[in-house]
């Protein structure tokens, strides 16, 4: 029996000649990745353990980007933890305010995420790298404190399923409504420990921000990882950003997969997930649900051609006089494009604000917070309860055309209706 990308990845890194869903292994990882609430946790772990060094000063990645720039005085001690714990380590891979960007966003942008490779992070939306043909999931605090020390961590193999996108993509559609619709579908623990694979020809015509939006929420369909398979594109993205060698590993014909699901994307239109479950997947120009906040950003839609659509649809447009629309470009690189191509403009003569790279919002941190009641459109990853701020707040997940036009309208719509 055949091998699936992920198994691949995962034998190659327990120095095994083979790998089947449900086997126990222990693997080396190429990179451990934590954040400003993650990192501290683990910091603490890794020093009460009286551990002296991290395996590897250039292979652990510490980003402070929920609450930079900081919000109040605990976010910046937590910050100040990392800050201290890596000029001990020498850690090279420490971004600070001015240099720092949403994590899952100035990884690959800094061409630290490359096929084969074997990555894990104290942030559940690390799979996001699974765009670039690497087997990457999220871990707790504790495990990041262990593979920080040692250079390893324990894995059970997932299963995986499979996911054909044919057909020809409408307008306004993105890879968010592509990995909606699949949630919708599949539920919101309808991969629950496996590894999503996506493939097909529409996959094979994505930008590999469109991947890297997928691959961020398979976890939200409790996936192990996300994974596509490296061809011209990928290739094409990392060479222009790592001279770094890498691995490209590829599914066997003869896999064995636990689901195989086919999807005809000319069906497929702009949809919305409306609270509080990823999966409650509908039509945008179905809805009509008044709104005050809309935030174009974060790990799954801030990079610059979620920009660059949303400023399409805004452009020569206001912001309903009833809505606050923010604007938060994921890294410093896509704030400086998005600033030299004129997209600013746009947003600000809209009436939005654009903000430093933060994810802020998204998780309720700050830049954005919810009041009672208060109803939000989001290019996010997640609508749960008291997400973005109050327990009674509401959160719909959308792609950027569907929130800019939703922001202009004062309601969530589709952009056709702005016509």
């Given at each position: 029996?055949?091998?699936?990308?992920?198994?691949?990845?995962l034998?190659?890194?327990?120095?095994?000649d083979?790998?089947?869903?449900?086997?126990?292994?222990?693997?080396?990882?190429?990179?451990?990745?934590?954040?400003?609430i993650?990192?501290?946790?683990?910091?603490?772990?890794f020093?009460?353990?009286?551990?002296?060094?991290?395996?590897?000063?250039?292979?652990?990645?510490?980003?402070?980007?929920?609450?930079?720039?900081?919000?109040?005085?605990?976010?910046?001690?937590q910050?100040?933890?990392?800050?201290?714990?890596?000029?001990a380590?020498?850690?090279?891979h420490?971004?600070?305010?001015?240099?720092?960007?949403?994590?899952?966003?100035?990884?690959?942008e800094?061409?630290?995420?490359?096929?084969?490779?074997?990555?894990?992070?104290?942030?559940?939306?690390?799979?996001?790298?699974g765009?670039?043909?690497?087997?990457?999931?999220?871990?707790?605090?504790?495990?990041?404190?262990?593979?920080?020390a040692?250079?390893?961590?324990?894995?059970?193999?997932?299963?995986?399923?499979?996911?054909?996108?044919?057909?020809?993509?409408?307008?306004?559609?993105?890879?968010?409504?592509?990995?909606?619709?699949?949630?919708?579908?599949?539920?919101?623990?309808?991969?629950?420990?496996?590894?999503?694979?996506?493939?097909?020809?529409?996959?094979?015509?994505?930008?590999?921000?469109?991947r890297?939006?997928?691959?961020?929420?398979?976890?939200?369909?409790?996936?192990?990882?996300?994974?596509?398979?490296?061809?011209?594109?990928?290739?094409e993205?990392?060479?222009?950003?790592?001279?770094?060698?890498?691995?490209?590993?590829?599914?066997?014909?003869?896999?064995?997969?636990?689901?195989?699901?086919e999807?005809?994307?000319?069906?497929?239109?702009?949809?919305?997930?409306?609270?509080?479950?990823?999966?409650?997947?509908?039509?945008?120009?179905?809805?009509?649900?008044?709104?005050?906040?809309?935030?174009?950003?974060?790990?799954?839609?801030?990079?610059?051609?979620?920009l660059?659509?949303?400023?399409?649809v805004?452009?020569?447009?206001?912001?309903h006089a009833?809505v606050?629309?923010l604007?938060?470009?994921?890294?410093?690189?896509?704030?400086r494009?998005?600033?030299?191509?004129?997209?600013?403009?746009?947003?600000?003569?809209?009436?939005?604000?654009?903000?430093?790279?933060?994810?802020g919002?998204?998780?309720?941190?700050?830049?954005?917070?919810?009041?009672?009641?208060?109803?939000?459109?989001?290019?996010?990853?997640?609508?749960?309860?008291?997400?973005?701020?109050?327990?009674?707040?509401?959160?719909?997940?959308?792609?950027?055309?569907?929130?800019?036009?939703?922001?202009?309208?004062?309601k969530i719509?589709?952009?056709?209706?702005l016509?």
């Amino acid at each position: 029996m055949g091998m699936t990308i992920s198994q691949k990845i995962l034998a190659a890194h327990a120095d095994r000649d083979e790998v089947t869903a449900g086997d126990l292994i222990e693997a080396r990882v190429d990179l451990v990745l934590g954040n400003d609430i993650t990192a501290p946790i683990a910091i603490k772990e890794f020093t009460d353990l009286n551990i002296k060094s991290v395996f590897d000063p250039e292979k652990v990645a510490l980003i402070p980007d929920h609450f930079t720039p900081n919000k109040d005085i605990k976010s910046a001690e937590q910050v100040k933890i990392l800050r201290e714990f890596s000029k001990a380590q020498g850690i090279k891979h420490f971004y600070d305010v001015g240099r720092v960007g949403v994590e899952h966003a100035l990884l690959p942008e800094l061409g630290l995420t490359r096929p084969g490779m074997l990555i894990i992070g104290a942030d559940s939306h690390t799979c996001t790298y699974g765009a670039m043909g690497a087997f990457s999931t999220g871990v707790g605090s504790t495990d990041m404190a262990a593979a920080m020390a040692v250079g390893k961590t324990w894995f059970k193999v997932p299963e995986a399923m499979k996911f054909i996108y044919e057909g020809n993509l409408r307008p306004y559609v993105s890879g968010k409504d592509l990995i909606l619709h699949t949630i919708g579908d599949i539920g919101v623990d309808g991969a629950l420990y496996r590894s999503m694979e996506f493939t097909g020809t529409v996959i094979s015509n994505l930008s590999i921000e469109g991947r890297m939006t997928m691959a961020n929420m398979a976890i939200e369909a409790g996936g192990k990882n996300g994974i596509i398979e490296p061809d011209d594109i990928t290739l094409e993205y990392i060479r222009s950003r790592s001279r770094e060698e890498f691995t490209v590993y590829s599914s066997d014909k003869d896999a064995e997969y636990a689901d195989v699901r086919e999807y005809d994307v000319s069906k497929i239109e702009p949809l919305v997930a409306y609270p509080h479950l990823p999966e409650n997947v509908r039509p945008a120009r179905e809805s009509g649900v008044k709104i005050d906040q809309v935030v174009i950003g974060s790990c799954t839609n801030g990079r610059i051609e979620d920009l660059r659509v949303a400023a399409e649809v805004l452009r020569g447009r206001k912001v309903h006089a009833d809505v606050r629309l923010l604007v938060i470009p994921a890294t410093q690189e896509i704030y400086r494009k998005a600033m030299d191509e004129g997209l600013f403009d746009v947003f600000l003569e809209a009436e939005g604000i654009v903000s430093a790279p933060t994810c802020g919002p998204c998780l309720g941190g700050h830049m954005g917070i919810l009041a009672e009641g208060e109803k939000c459109v989001a290019t996010t990853n997640r609508n749960f309860v008291g997400r973005m701020g109050h327990p009674k707040s509401e959160v719909y997940l959308s792609n950027p055309a569907v929130a800019a036009a939703s922001a202009v309208m004062g309601k969530i719509c589709h952009p056709d209706e702005l016509k």
